[in-house]
């Protein structure tokens, strides 16, 4: 199982990005994706996910400006997010488990840098 997230970059306050997390050796339409970020100096945090079954959730931090979704076709989730501030700023990792949204995961990509400054 591989899992693969990229679409990280500099964006200036109020801008957007969307993170992608190719996955392979799993499916999407029985495992859940869920994004994660670590902050300098802070622990690795729950930020979205979207189970096996479409339903989603996401830290109150995010609500209203990020939307977690997927594509069961390709098996590739998204993290669209809008509105970023500063605070946003981390190293965001893609994650995956049959069991759901879960911070000990057993699937994990590696990191993709965002950086939110003007």
């Known amino acids: 199982v591989q899992l693969q997230a990229s679409g990280g970059g500099l964006v200036q306050p109020g801008g957007s990005l969307t993170l992608s997390c190719v996955t392979s050796?799993?499916?999407?339409?029985?495992?859940?994706i869920g994004w994660f970020r670590q902050a300098p100096g802070k622990e690795r945090v729950g930020v979205a996910c979207i189970l096996a079954d479409g339903l989603k959730y996401y830290v109150d931090s995010v609500k209203g400006r990020f939307t977690v979704s997927r594509n069961t076709a390709n098996d590739t989730g998204y993290l669209q997010m809008n509105s970023l501030k500063s605070e946003d700023t981390a190293v965001y990792y893609c994650?995956?488990?049959?069991?759901?949204?879960?911070?000990?995961?057993?699937?994990w990509g590696k990191g993709t840098q965002v950086t939110v400054s003007s």
């Open positions: 050796g799993i499916t999407l339409n029985l495992y859940s």
């Open positions: 994650a995956s488990d049959h069991r759901g949204c879960r911070p000990d995961a057993d699937y």
